[in-house]
């Protein structure tokens, strides 16, 4: 069965500071899908990435980078120089078959808040 | 503009009352899902639907109907709602090929059961 812990349930840090949000993940297909989502306080779903388990080069969008490693089934989430725009909840997920026309498991979420 | 689109965003409804959450995409998307979004739990797939007129159960499916005549609409029927089904509704849309990069998310509808 398929399942993504999200340890960390809220996260709170300073304007400028730099977070990391962690994801495990279970699975025994050898191919699968790893997503990142964000909900913003207006509660709709925003796509961030997809990930293919073939692929563990390491990804960076502006701010945004993410790390996975196959060996230890992780998939985290590093916000560089954190703004208060980036307070959401974060949630990562996984795929069961190809692309994302299967059924996503996700983890439970982690909140994070960002200060001035 | 591509979007999937979900009515009512809000409802209050009592216990046992039917309702219909409809759920439109204009993507010519095979693949549609409905989730729940709940605190602590995240979300979990309640039923999918991979083509016209073949739908199938997702993880938590009980208490919930879904039909699929049409592509673009995957309505969520509760015929008998309860309490436990005050939830955060996501409905979802994909195209059903590997190599697309993402599902499509509507805005969610917030439904309370009283």
């Known amino acids: 069965a398929q399942k993504v812990t999200q340890a960390q349930t809220e996260i709170s840090v300073v304007e400028k500071e730099d977070v990391t949000l962690d994801c495990v993940y279970e699975t025994r297909d050898t191919t699968y899908y790893l997503f990142w989502y964000k909900q913003p306080p207006s509660g709709e779903l925003v796509f961030l990435i997809r990930?293919?388990?073939?692929?563990?080069q390491n990804e960076i969008s502006g701010r945004y980078s993410w790390n996975f490693q196959k060996s230890t089934s992780s998939f985290n989430f590093t916000i560089t120089a954190s703004q208060v725009v980036d307070s959401a909840v974060y949630f990562c997920a996984l795929s069961e078959g190809p692309g994302t026309a299967s059924k996503l498991t996700f983890g439970t979420g982690t909140r994070l808040q960002v200060t001035l | 503009e591509a979007q999937v689109t979900q009515n009512p965003r809000y409802l209050i409804t009592v216990t046992g009352k039917k309702l219909t959450v409809t759920c439109s995409q204009n993507m010519n998307h095979e693949y549609m899902s409905w989730y729940r979004q709940d605190p602590g739990l995240g979300l979990r797939q309640i039923y999918y639907?991979?083509?016209?007129?073949?739908?199938d159960k997702g993880d938590v499916p009980e208490g919930y109907k879904v039909s699929r005549k049409e592509k673009r609409n995957f309505p969520l029927i509760l015929e008998s709602p309860s309490p436990n089904q005050t939830s955060l509704y996501f409905c979802?849309?994909?195209?059903?090929?590997?190599?697309?990069?993402?599902?499509?998310f509507g805005q969610g509808t917030r439904l309370t059961v009283v």
């Open positions: 979802a849309s994909s195209l059903n090929n590997p190599s697309y990069t993402e599902a499509f």
């Open positions: 990930r293919n388990s073939f692929d563990e």
């Open positions: 639907s991979m083509n016209v007129e073949v739908t």
